[in-house]
Nanobody, 124 residues
C-alpha cells in the first residue's frame, strides 16, 4: 500500500489543522492505521491509532482531548484533526499502516507502510 499525507502547515498556537492520508490499494479497510510525529533531534513517536473499521482509537496522553483520528474506508483515507495546537506539537507528521487490524500505542516497528510526512509548525 502507498500512503500520501497532506494538510500540514504553519498555524498559531491555539489553532487547528486537519491532516489527511490517502492510501492506494483495495485492502485499506483491513489495515490498522496510525499517525506518528518526529520533532528535530527527537525520536519518532506514536500520536494516535485507529483500528481497521474505526471502532477503536488510541491516543498518546499529551494529545488526548485535542487530537481526533478518524478514517473513511470508502475514500481510503485516514484523518488527524488537531485542535488547540501548541508549539510543542511542531513536528513532521507521518501516517502509517499495519497489516493487523488492531492498533494501540505502538512503536514504529509495528507498522509496515509509511507516508512521506507532512510538516506542522505551531508558532507561539
Amino acid at each position: 500500500v502507498q500512503l500520501q499525507a497532506c494538510g500540514g502547515g504553519l498555524v498559531q498556537a491555539g489553532g487547528s489543522l486537519r491532516l489527511s492520508c490517502a492510501a492506494s490499494g483495495r485492502t485499506f479497510s483491513s489495515y490498522g492505521m496510525g499517525w506518528f510525529r518526529q520533532a528535530p533531534g527527537k525520536e519518532r513517536e506514536f500520536v494516535a491509532g485507529i483500528s481497521n473499521i474505526g471502532g477503536r482509537t488510541y491516543y498518546v496522553d499529551h494529545v488526548k482531548g485535542r487530537f481526533t483520528i478518524s478514517r473513511d474506508n470508502a475514500k481510503n483515507t485516514v484523518y488527524l484533526q488537531m485542535n488547540s495546537l501548541k508549539p510543542e506539537d511542531t513536528a513532521v507528521y507521518y501516517c502509517a499502516a499495519r497489516i493487523f487490524s488492531a492498533v494501540t500505542a505502538m512503536g514504529p516497528e509495528s507498522f509496515d507502510y509509511w507516508g512521506q510526512g507532512t510538516l506542522v509548525t505551531v508558532s507561539s
